[in-house]
């Protein structure tokens, strides 16, 4: 205990000087809150951007249609109110949805947004030739986007969609594009994929503006004094970027950050002790830390080991680890295995069960699937071929330490793993910028994506899994980067998604699980929470942390630093 309270001592030293390094621009008497990132947005436009702390920060700037809160209701933002059959904003076939903005809404530059700019949005959702990271269900399932007049408009698609938020509230919308910036753009090049205003936003509909980007350093964030919900009470943020969580973390506990998102569940007890003034505070926001498997076959740009072609293998793998010991060891016991595509949601298989580590199961299954040690090096070999893969994830310290772990138990069967480690932005990025899991650079790529939030349709399935969402040239945004294609779940999928049934979308969610635990194209590795971490003494009270990862800051309004 005394080295790990040494440690911090002398990491918060190190913190605290890269924190006044950085000489943020003053700004006399504005009350303003430090966050840590430990990743620098890729984007400032959400829907080029598979990043959380991306999309953390353009929810700073851009306002949804309406936010999910911490109890997983809705809440209007630009909308007065959520359309339901009910009040007549979805049709009775679930076919068609008329949706209401607020009126007087105003862009940051004081240009009205209107319902030309959610029309002008989905019609950009529509066309492939933008490249977009998210938002794929919507392009396959919308029919037309039409305005009524300033502040309705009206949404159509080609079958029954039952949850409206999947469709235009967060997290179904990434951002609402302020047509009199893109839209010349579009007309000039025919997509906005390059567009200036992705990396260097000038026009904001959120309750901050975007006043300056240090690359590598910070970014500072003022009152948007436009926005539609009245003025923050908080005038200034400033998100700081530290790579180093250990560096992050000790600037926290030594009172140069009031607030930390994205805290791993084995960071917790050290970040308790570390200062009696933080608490933690811990919401559903639906992601689950995975091992995706590159099965694309040589069809496909980057193909994967030829083994995790073979079901036999990727099966040995999950046998092979031991999840227990890294969520006990590593993770403090702080969550657990699981094997469902749906962990912790109201939408779980019970019965379901979760692979047991059995190193003996797995070295049956590679000597079943011809994967043996031919020549006595301790590595499997078939057909000439070694059995070495490629394991990537990002430079997050607890995720490289679960990295050291797990090639320990594969080598115990004879996989050899090959540990890297990227920068977000590269391990994340785009295909257009050779993103690590866009392009297939990997053969077991680490990291946490969302499950079910509100309904049993879910993300990971119908865009991250989803056979269309293969990426390649012609598909630069699927989202696909396993390559792993199944019909029937896609069909289930569709079910989630359309069905107006909600038991027959709970068997379909079901089904979705019992075909991801028998095909392993990814291996869970564990359920986590949204963990944040705040420092107390710089808030009147308690704060309020919306779930899932497009609704962090839905109550920032309400948030209140001490003088």
């Not at 998604?497 to 635990?517: F, G, H, V």
Request: net charge negative.
């Amino acid at each position: 205990m005394t080295r790990m309270k040494t440690a911090l001592g002398l990491l918060a030293i190190l913190a605290l000087t890269l924190v006044l390094g950085l000489a943020p621009v003053a700004a006399q008497d504005v009350p303003t809150l430090n966050v840590g990132f430990a990743q620098e947005p890729d984007s400032m436009n959400g829907f080029y951007t598979s990043m959380a702390f991306a999309q953390w920060a353009n929810d700073l700037v851009q306002a949804s249609l309406w936010d999910v809160s911490d109890t997983l209701g809705f809440v209007p933002v630009l909308v007065d109110e959520v359309p339901t059959v009910e009040n007549g904003g979805i049709s009775e076939d679930y076919m068609t949805y008329t949706i209401k903005l607020k009126s007087g809404l105003v862009w940051s530059d004081g240009e009205p947004l209107t319902s030309d700019d959610l029309v002008f949005t989905y019609q950009m959702i529509q066309d492939s030739a933008n490249n977009f990271l998210q938002a794929g269900s919507i392009a396959d399932s919308l029919v037309s986007a039409e305005a009524v007049d300033e502040t309705t408009f009206t949404l159509t698609f080609n079958s029954p969609k039952p949850f409206a938020e999947d469709q235009a509230g967060s997290p179904g919308l990434s951002t609402i594009l302020p047509a009199h910036i893109f839209r010349p753009v579009y007309e000039s090049e025919g997509s906005i994929e390059f567009a200036a205003e992705n990396l260097d936003p000038t026009v904001f509909s959120g309750p901050y503006v975007l006043s300056e980007w240090r690359r590598g350093e910070s970014m500072i964030f003022d009152a948007n004094p436009n926005y539609i919900g009245g003025a923050p009470k908080i005038g200034r943020v400033i998100i700081r970027f530290f790579p180093d969580t250990d560096a992050e973390y000790a600037a926290l506990a030594a009172g140069q950050l009031d607030f930390v998102p994205n805290v791993s569940e084995g960071d917790i007890p050290r970040l308790v002790e570390s200062s009696p003034d933080l608490k933690i505070v811990t919401v559903f926001g639906g992601y689950i830390e995975s091992l995706w498997l590159n099965v694309r076959t040589e069809e496909n740009p980057r193909a994967g080991h030829p083994a995790l072609q073979d079901v036999r293998v990727r099966q040995a793998i999950r046998y092979a680890l031991d999840r227990n010991a890294v969520t006990t060891e590593l993770l403090a016991g702080a969550t657990s295995p699981t094997d469902s595509i749906y962990a912790s949601s109201p939408f779980e298989l019970d019965t379901l069960g979760v692979t047991e580590y059995d190193p003996a199961a797995a070295e049956a299954l590679l000597d079943e699937a011809g994967w043996v040690d031919s020549d006595g090096d301790g590595v499997r070999d078939k057909d000439g071929v070694k059995l070495e893969l490629r394991y990537s994830t990002t430079t997050a310290g607890w995720r490289n330490n679960i990295q050291a772990v797990l090639q320990q138990q594969l080598a115990a069967v004879g996989i050899s793993v090959i540990l890297e480690s990227y920068p977000a932005s590269e391990f994340f990025g785009a295909w257009a910028n050779n993103g690590i899991n866009a392009v297939g650079e990997y053969d077991i790529a680490q990291y946490a994506n969302n499950t079910a939030l509100t309904n049993p349709a879910n993300v990971t399935v119908y865009e991250a899994l989803a056979c269309d969402q293969i990426p390649s040239e012609d598909n630069q945004g699927g989202q696909n980067f396993t390559g792993f294609c199944n019909e029937d779940m896609d069909a289930a999928a569709q079910v989630t998604l359309n069905s107006l049934d909600p038991d027959e979308r709970l068997q379909a969610a079901y089904t979705i699980q019992e075909i991801m635990k028998e095909n392993a194209p990814l291996i869970n590795l564990f359920p986590r929470g949204d963990n944040y971490a705040y420092n107390t003494t710089r808030f009147t009270g308690d704060i309020t942390i919306g779930s899932g990862v497009g609704n962090l800051w839905f109550d920032i309004l309400n948030w209140e630093l001490s003088s």
